[in-house]
Every structure is written in C-alpha cells, then in structure tokens.
C-alpha cells in the first residue's frame, strides 16, 4: 500500500511556474514508477509525466520543453516543475505510483493560470 500527498498547487498568472510535490510512504518508494497526470475541466485524464525506478522520464507533447519531472528516492518524493505556464495547463493535477499491477493515485492539486 502506498500513500499519496501532494502539495504545491495554485493559482499563477500566465508564463508563471510552479512546482508540485508528491510525498509517498507505506512501501519502496524507489521501486515504483512516479508519475503526474491531469484533468482539466470537461476533459479525460491524460498522462502528463513519469520517471521510473532508474531515473528515465518521459512527457507528454503539450509539456516538453516546459515541464520537468525528478525524483528524490532519499526523501521518497516526485517533482514537477512547471515552467512558462499557459491558460491551457489549467487542471487538476494528480501524482501516481504504478508497480507492477498496483497502482496509486494522489488527491489532486488544482492548478489554475490565469491569464
């Protein structure tokens, strides 16, 4: 069983940043795969970032170049960090730990950008 407590959501004018923290406990956080999805409103959850066990990360099109994912094992926690943020990257944000055939989900910072 792994838990799931984010931070670090937000309201931020357009072209701002942000960075948003997940803290897991209750398992080997450095075995999972982390990751960050989104939802914005009227629209289907999309897979937004994730960094595996051995530190590889990928991203969706819409945030390469602008978000960064990163993964401190030591203190069993995921970064984003959002960068030149647009109306668009409105959501709420939701971190993941997937292992195996478990999966984890966070509560779900909302993030807005005003514009």
């Known amino acids: 069983q792994v838990q799931l407590v984010e931070s670090g959501g937000g309201l931020v004018q357009a072209g701002g940043s942000l960075t948003l923290s997940c803290a897991a406990s209750?398992?080997?956080?450095?075995?999972?795969?982390m990751g960050w999805y989104r939802q914005a409103p009227g629209k289907q959850r999309e897979l937004v970032a994730r960094?595996?066990?051995?530190?590889?990360?990928n991203y969706a099109d819409s945030v390469k170049g602008r978000f960064t994912i990163s993964r401190d094992n030591a203190k069993n926690t995921v970064y984003l960090q959002m960068n030149s943020l647009n109306p668009a990257d409105t959501a709420v944000f939701y971190c993941?730990?997937?292992?195996?055939?478990?999966?984890?989900w966070g509560q779900g910072p909302p993030v807005t950008v005003s514009s």
């Open positions: 960094i595996t066990s051995g530190g590889n990360s």
């Open positions: 993941t730990a997937v292992r195996g055939f478990h999966l984890y």
């Open positions: 209750g398992s080997i956080f450095s075995r999972y795969t």
